[in-house]
C-alpha cells in the first residue's frame, strides 16, 4: 500500500454543494449543503443581499423557492462547518467545485486561513468522471429539488458512490498539512511519475 493510499484511509470524504450569487465580480454565498460519508449532514443559510439576489430572475426562480430564511453569519456559518468536520482530516467533493471551494475557503479569509488540517483544493467529481471516458447512465438523475444546497450534496454523495463502483476507489487525494511542501520534498522523478500516473486516469499506475 503506498503513502498516499494510507492518507488517504485516514481521512474522511465530505460532499458539499453551495448556493452563491455571482456578478461577476462578487460570489455571496447563500447556503451550504454537506453530506459525511458516515451519512451525517450539515444545512446552513447566510445572511445575504436579499434585494440583490431577488432581483436576479434565475436566482428568484431556482434557489431562493428552497430557502427556508433561517439565515446565520458567516462567522457562525463557519464554526457550524468546524465543529461539523471535527477532528477529522476531510476529503472535499463537489461537482464542478471550482466555485464551491473558493466560497469555502472564504468562510476562512483565504485560502492559507483554511484550518491546518483541511487540504488546500476540492476533488471534483466532474473532473472524474471525465477521466473514466463520459461514461453515460452512470450519473444519479437529477434531484427534484435541485439548487437546494442539501438535496444536491446528495447528489454528490450518490455520483461518487456511482462513479466508485464504475471503475473501483477514488483517485487518490494528497491529504497532509502541508501538501505543498509534500510535493516539493518528493525527487523529481517521482514527481514525473506522479504525474503521468494522473494523466493516464485512474488504475493506470500505483502512486
Known amino acids: 500500500m503506498t503513502q498516499t493510499q494510507t492518507q488517504t484511509q485516514n481521512t474522511t470524504r465530505y460532499f458539499l454543494d453551495w448556493e452563491f450569487h455571482d456578478d461577476g465580480c462578487t460570489i455571496e454565498p447563500i447556503s451550504l449543503g454537506i453530506v459525511a460519508e458516515d451519512g451525517r449532514e450539515l444545512y446552513v443559510e447566510l445572511d445575504y443581499d436579499k434585494a440583490r439576489v431577488h432581483a ?25 462547518l468546524l465543529a461539523f468536520v471535527g477532528n477529522s482530516t476531510p476529503e472535499f467533493w ?7 471551494w ?16 483541511f487540504p488546500m483544493l476540492c476533488m471534483d467529481l466532474q473532473q472524474w468522471w471525465i477521466q473514466l471516458g463520459r461514461p453515460g447512465g452512470v450519473k444519479p438523475p437529477d434531484p427534484t429539488d435541485a439548487h437546494n444546497a442539501l438535496a444536491d450534496a446528495r447528489w454528490n454523495r450518490d455520483l461518487h458512490a456511482a462513479l466508485a463502483a464504475y471503475q473501483g476507489p477514488a483517485p487518490p487525494a494528497v491529504l ?3 501538501p505543498c511542501r509534500d510535493v ?4 523529481s522523478q517521482r514527481v514525473v511519475e506522479m504525474l503521468a500516473a494522473r494523466i493516464a486516469g485512474p488504475g493506470s499506475a500505483d502512486v
Open 184 to 187: 516539493q520534498a518528493l525527487p
Open 94 to 100: 463537489a461537482y464542478y467545485a471550482d466555485y464551491d
Open 56 to 80: 436576479d430572475e434565475w436566482m428568484l426562480a431556482n434557489v431562493v423557492p428552497h430557502l427556508n430564511g433561517a439565515t446565520v453569519s458567516a462567522k457562525l456559518a463557519r464554526g457550524k
Open 176 to 178: 497532509t498539512d502541508e
Open 102 to 117: 473558493v466560497t469555502t475557503c472564504h468562510l476562512f479569509g483565504t485560502m492559507m486561513d483554511l484550518p491546518a488540517r
